[in-house]
């Protein structure tokens, strides 16, 4: 895995923050946010990080999930490209890597090249390539010519010498790119669970923005990434896109509705309030818990 958001759970892991709050919690890498909806619904995983789109989709679809946390609420992907393609029109008819459909990277990618003027259906092809990792080696042998990468890879496609033709970040578009799910079941049967788990992630996200080193060395841990100016790229930029109080984003579950809207209408009869429960950030705020954390800052 790439280091990120999905860092906020290996801190409150390695930090014991879980522990304090008493949970036994498992990490366990799923590498796509549409299998780690299938988890949670599956009962597999009873709580789990994943996005917006695959959340939606599995609504949509009748399935028993819930929002409960927003830790990054902007879409925060770039469009990048081989050297030597400067202009929309350069990349018709080429190749992008995609991760699979349904999942962030893919509703990334295709937003970005609609503002390009392109259609993602018509203009280009766009083939499954894996994780990001898997789509910058793509592009390094040359089988892709475009794909979208995070903040947390930006560093390595800059030694690469790929630009960006399309900076989604700077757009600041409202999208539930990292949340915490689980089942309206689990909700209803374990709540005192819940609310444990968010307890520990709140304070883990405190942690990754008040702890460099100690955050640094676990998202090295996890992510074997041991390039330190992208380690602490990543420190620096998440904490200044992650809120201290993490409401799940309903403007951002809003922005899902309508993209899914053109190919599946029971989005658009669906109201963004009906996809989060935000009862266990809002008692955390309410009772003077985020604010004690920071209250030294």
Do not use: C
Request: aromatic residues 8%.
């Amino acid at each position: 895995p790439a280091p990120g958001g999905s860092s906020v759970i290996w801190v409150a892991k390695d930090a014991r923050l879980f522990e304090k709050h008493g949970l036994d919690v498992a990490p366990v890498l799923i590498p796509s946010s549409v299998r780690t909806l299938q988890a949670i619904l599956a009962g597999e995983s009873a709580i789990a990080e994943s996005a917006g789109p695959a959340f939606t989709s599995a609504r949509l679809a009748g399935g028993d999930v819930v929002a409960i946390v927003g830790s990054v609420n902007i879409l925060t992907y770039y469009f990048v490209t081989l050297p030597g393609f400067k202009r929309a029109e350069d990349l018709k008819g080429k190749i992008g890597a995609n991760q699979s459909p349904g999942t962030i990277a893919d509703f990334a990618l295709r937003i970005a090249l609609r503002k390009l003027g392109l259609d993602p259906a018509r203009d280009v092809s766009l083939r499954s390539m894996g994780v990001l990792y898997d789509r910058i080696a793509a592009m390094q042998k040359g089988l892709v010519q475009f794909t979208v990468v995070t903040e947390a890879e930006k560093p390595i496609v800059d030694k690469l010498g790929y630009p960006v033709l399309v900076d989604l970040i700077s757009l600041r578009i409202p999208f539930p790119q990292r949340g915490i799910y689980t089942t309206g079941k689990l909700i209803k049967e374990q709540p005192e669970t819940v609310r444990r788990y968010t307890r520990a992630y709140v304070e883990a996200i405190h942690y990754f923005k008040t702890h460099k080193e100690e955050t640094i060395r676990i998202m090295s841990k996890y992510s074997r990434v041991q390039d330190r100016q992208v380690l602490e790229h990543t420190q620096s930029w998440f904490p200044q896109n992650m809120p201290d109080a993490p409401y799940p984003p309903l403007e951002g579950y809003q922005t899902v509705l309508q993209e899914i809207a053109s190919t599946n209408p029971k989005a658009a009869a669906m109201n963004a309030k009906d996809l989060v429960d935000a009862r266990f950030v809002k008692e955390l705020e309410d009772s003077g818990f985020i604010a004690g954390l920071y209250k030294n800052r």
